[in-house]
Structures are given as C-alpha cells and as structure tokens.
T-cell receptor, first 115, second 116 residues
C-alpha cells in the first residue's frame, strides 16, 4: 500500500552545519512531493516541493533531491540555525483517479540544532 | 498563502461527549482537508470536506464518528463524536493552494484535544 517513511527519527546538528533529512516513499506513481516543517504547537509549514519530472530543486538555504530510481527524497538545509529546530515531514501526492489533492505524510524527523 | 484559523485551539473533554472544531479561511478555497496527528506521530488524513456535498472519508474513518460540514468555500467543521481517550490528538485543517499555489496545502494551527 501507500507509505512514506523516514530513515532517521531524530537528528542533532551544530549551528552552522549542514543538515540532511531523508525520506523513502513506496508509491512509484506519486508525482509531487513536499517537505513541511512543524514547530512545537503549530501546524505544518510548507518549505519546498518538487515534481517527479525533476531531480533537484533549490530554495533559500534548502535543497530537495529526488531519486526516483530508489524512491528516495532528501531535504538539505545549509548553515543550520537554531530556528530550524522542528519536526520535518515529507509528504507525497499519489496519482489517484480523478486527480485527488490527497497527501500522504511520512513519520517525521525531529531536528535539533545545538548552539 | 491562505490564513487559516481554528477554534478552539485546545480543549479537555469528558469521555462520551462530542466536540466540534471550526476551521475558517481568509479566502475562498476549493478543497479543505481534516487531519489527525496523534501525540508524537505524523499526520493522517481523516477526510476531504467538499462544498455542497458529503465529505470523502479515508479508510478507517467514518461519518458517524467524524461528521463534517462545509457550508461555503471559507468554512468547515469537524465533530469528534462520542469521544474516548484514544481520540486525544491534534486535529488540523488544511486547504489547497488554488491556482497560484497548485498542489500546495496550507495548514491551520491545529486543535489540541485531550479526552479524559
């Protein structure tokens, strides 16, 4: 069935280091992927997305890489800051009949940035 | 992006009672979604709230337990009925990004529910 999972449930980094958060997905038919950031007590906040016809997309300090061969997604955060501490979720939009906007979320990785 | 508010932000309820959660968006949106996030867990889609028709529920969720209303393009409610401690979760609504932010979903702040 559909599932999206993460390799590491927790990640601790030093301020200024680069962070890499990984995600494995199982639905090869998914055409759209999103990374969300969720701070304590708040709803998920969109970070960056990527479509299946791309393998890399860059934003401000963040890069998402998509490897469709091994069904792997990663989020890279450059020069990690204390404000980046949060739980990060990957989500996929499986192609469904009728073009549903449904998202399937991964388990989440808690990123802690140490000053 | 859309600004989404939810009421209440949190509540503590007794077993067997029901709670209705409201979701208000500052612009008209086509699709609204309700998610559940159990403590320390990821988000699970409960249902898609369709304007003018019945909600579409995901596997494991039923209308009798989670009735949903969608009276217009900016508002929806989710009721958690006959609550038990297992219903203690954060309930989040989200909306689609429309033509500008196609496929992107914006989330509300969530409603933290504790059932005693």
């Amino acid at each position: 069935g559909e599932s999206v999972g993460l390799h590491l449930p927790t990640l601790s980094v030093q301020e200024g280091d680069n962070s890499i958060i990984n995600c494995a997905y199982s639905n090869s038919a998914s055409d759209y992927f999103i990374w969300y950031k969720q701070e304590s007590g708040k709803g998920p906040q969109f970070i960056i997305d990527i479509r299946s016809n791309m393998d890399k997309r860059q934003g401000q300090r963040v890069t998402v890489l998509l490897n469709k061969t091994v069904k792997h997604l990663s989020l890279q955060i450059a020069a990690t800051q204390p404000g980046d501490s949060a739980v990060y979720f990957c989500a996929e939009n499986p192609i469904t009949q009728g073009g549903s906007e449904k998202l399937v979320f991964g388990k989440g990785t808690k990123l802690t940035v140490n000053p | 992006s859309a600004v989404i508010s939810q009421k209440p932000s949190r509540d503590i309820c007794q077993r067997g009672t029901s709670l209705t959660i409201q979701c208000q968006v500052d612009s008209q949106v086509t699709m609204m979604f309700w998610y559940r996030q159990q403590p320390g867990q990821s988000l699970t889609l409960i249902a898609t709230a369709n304007q003018g028709s019945e909600a579409t529920y995901e596997s494991g969720f039923v209308i009798d337990k989670f009735p949903i209303s969608r009276p217009n393009l900016t508002f929806s409610t989710l009721t958690v009925s006959n609550m038990s401690p297992e219903d203690s979760s954060i309930y989040l609504c989200s909306v689609d990004g429309g033509r500008v932010f196609y496929n992107e979903q914006f989330f509300g702040p969530g409603t933290r529910l504790t059932v005693l």
